[in-house]
């Protein structure tokens, strides 16, 4: 059901825009590689079945190529090895074919190579080279004619072990046409640099689409082959943009260094709101960084108490409602932070054109990422000149009739995208467009996140969003991808809780749910 709704969409997106494929990285980097990866994963299209894909077609090249000569595939463990794995299963019987594995058999992990080394097994001879025949490898070399490279790819880290420095050199030191799969294995995943040995490879058979680590690479050819991964997986936001987001954190890591926010907002009659971001970001840091992390609300002086005593981990500080002064830019420079969410609850009153040009100018000389939502959305509309690049603006589409003076309620997507694109790139900044299918641009890469459920379209949600929007700016430099990863998380958590709670989903709900989420996506180093 699921897949042919998203062959809807693209359809629909592609009758107003031609090819999806301009709103997506053109190179990708070893990163960007494993959030397809796992994107796929989450749309069904999984990990074995691009390594099928990917055999099928390789083995389909080398037999258009080189039908009657002998190739030898030097094979890792890991997911570049069963790719060489699957080749090799299609060729049998199709050319002359060896399988060579570098490395112990008994620990491979990766399912797709497994499967494919029990079936190769069976129906050809597959020796494995260790550290304790390392020399092996030349007599299945002097017998070959083409040598398959999948050695090692985007999964390299740090030094080469000597067994795979010596492979790599013996394979250079044979003088055979040596073909790579992905890319050469020795090169760094994304600069291209060699390791201390490096793949020669005469052609290089890229999967899905050109690397980063191919920029400087010298090879005779190199040609893209289509794994069939359809366009969603890029397209779509999923877990893998999440993975994108999250810094690795270090054991020694202490709470400040982890990324703090400042939220202003709140008024009379609006007490809850600059709450609700704060929230938001303090459970999406303390979910990301482990342990609270620093969110301090700054807000109207007749409200602070009602906001202090509602939490003890948020910090509250007032500035003055009737004139936001001097002294109150003053405090503001005082309170540590890296993200600024301005907006939730604010009046209109307290944000005068002086008061945000003071802000705005402050947080781009700190270099800090500002999300900018409600009250001061309506501000920036009147103030277009102080949009900028360290800025996510996050209306909806009434805000953004008011921003843009385009009304996309009645636009298909197709053309929905396009207006959000224009806005971006026009105004330089990262555009949150938010609906049902809310689109994420910087003006040159989108992503589109698809709510499956209308949980979210409750009092507060919009709050929360802005606030987990800034806890992942707060410690991730890329804007645009954080802006991403806030807005699936939000979605994923407004579609969870759907399934349990139907329409009774509150704001609150979604940030108490953030942490048993997140936590899947913690990269701890130095343990
Ligand atoms: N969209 C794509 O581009 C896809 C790419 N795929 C392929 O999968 C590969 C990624 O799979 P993996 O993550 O398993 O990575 P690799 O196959 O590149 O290698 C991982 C293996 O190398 C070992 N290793 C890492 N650093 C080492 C070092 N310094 N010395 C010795 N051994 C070391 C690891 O222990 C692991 O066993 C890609 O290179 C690509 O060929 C596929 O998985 C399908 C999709």
Redesign the pocket.
């Known amino acids: 059901m699921q897949s042919i709704f998203i062959c809807k969409l693209i359809f629909n997106i592609m009758e107003g825009l031609k090819d999806f494929t301009i709103f997506t990285k053109k190179l990708?980097g070893s990163a960007d590689?494993?959030n397809?990866?796992l994107n796929g994963e989450h749309l069904g299209f999984g990990?074995k079945l691009?390594?099928e894909n990917?055999g099928y077609a390789i083995s389909e090249e080398l037999r258009r190529r080189y039908k009657n000569k002998k190739i030898l595939f030097v094979c890792?463990?890991?997911?570049?090895?069963?790719?060489g794995l699957s080749a090799a299963r299609h060729l049998i019987g199709h050319a002359s074919v060896r399988v060579i594995i570098v490395g112990d058999v008994s620990g491979i992990k990766?399912k797709a190579m497994l499967m494919n080394y029990r079936i190769v097994k069976d129906l050809i001879e597959v020796d494995s080279i260790t550290d304790s025949n390392p020399d092996d490898i030349r007599r299945h070399l002097r017998w070959s004619d083409v040598v398959v490279d999948a050695i090692?790819?985007?999964?390299?880290?740090?030094?080469?072990?000597g067994l795979?420095y010596r492979t790599i050199k013996t394979v250079n030191g044979a003088g055979r046409n040596v073909i790579a799969?992905?890319?050469p294995s020795g090169i760094d995943p994304d600069s291209g640099a060699p390791n201390i040995a490096a793949i020669r490879a005469r052609q290089v058979f890229v999967?899905?689409?050109q690397k980063t680590a191919l920029r400087k690479y010298n090879a005779d050819s190199s040609i893209i082959v289509d794994?069939g991964?359809p366009a969603s997986i890029e397209l779509f936001s999923g877990p893998g943009d999440v993975r994108a987001a999250v810094e690795k954190q270090r054991m020694d890591t202490n709470k400040y260094e982890r990324g703090s926010v400042l939220i202003i907002g709140g008024s009379e009659d609006y007490r809850g709101a600059p709450l609700l971001s704060a929230f938001g970001a303090n459970n999406t840091i303390a979910a990301l960084r482990g342990g609270a992390g620093y969110v301090t609300v700054f807000a109207p002086d007749g409200i602070v108490e009602t906001i202090s005593s509602k939490s003890p981990e948020i910090i509250a500080k007032g500035f003055n409602e009737a004139h936001f002064g001097e002294k109150d830019m003053e405090k503001l420079r005082d309170i540590r932070h890296n993200a600024l969410v301005i907006g939730p609850g604010l009046s209109e009153a307290n944000i005068t054109f002086k008061v945000v040009s003071e802000i705005v100018k402050y947080e781009k000389e700190k270099r800090n990422s500002i999300v900018i939502d409600a009250t001061a959305i309506k501000v920036m509309a009147a103030y277009k000149n102080f949009i900028d690049s360290n800025m996510v603006i996050t209306p909806h589409y009434g805000e953004f009739r008011a921003l843009a003076g385009v009304d996309v309620r009645k636009y298909d997507l197709g053309k929905r995208i396009n207006a959000a694109i224009d806005f971006a790139k026009d105004n330089g900044c990262i555009l949150v467009l938010k609906g049902n299918e809310t689109i994420i641009t910087n003006g040159d890469l989108v992503k589109i996140n698809r709510a499956k459920s209308p949980a979210l379209a409750t009092m507060g949600t919009g709050d929360v969003l802005s606030g987990i929007i800034a806890a992942f700016a707060s410690s991730h430099k890329n804007l645009f991808e954080s802006a991403v990863a806030g807005v699936y998380v939000h979605s994923y958590l407004g579609d969870k809780l759907f399934d349990e709670k139907g329409m009774h989903v509150v704001a609150t709900d979604i940030i108490d749910a953030l942490p048993s989420f997140l936590k899947d996506f913690d990269v701890i180093t130095g343990v």
């Not at 890792?76 to 790719?83: E, H, P, R």
């Not at 090692?152 to 072990?161: A, D, T």
């Open positions: 990708l590689t494993y397809i990866i990990e691009m390594v990917a890792g463990v890991g997911g570049k090895g069963a790719i990766n090692i790819g985007i999964g390299l880290v740090g030094r080469l072990s795979l799969i992905d890319i999967i899905h689409k794994i991964l």
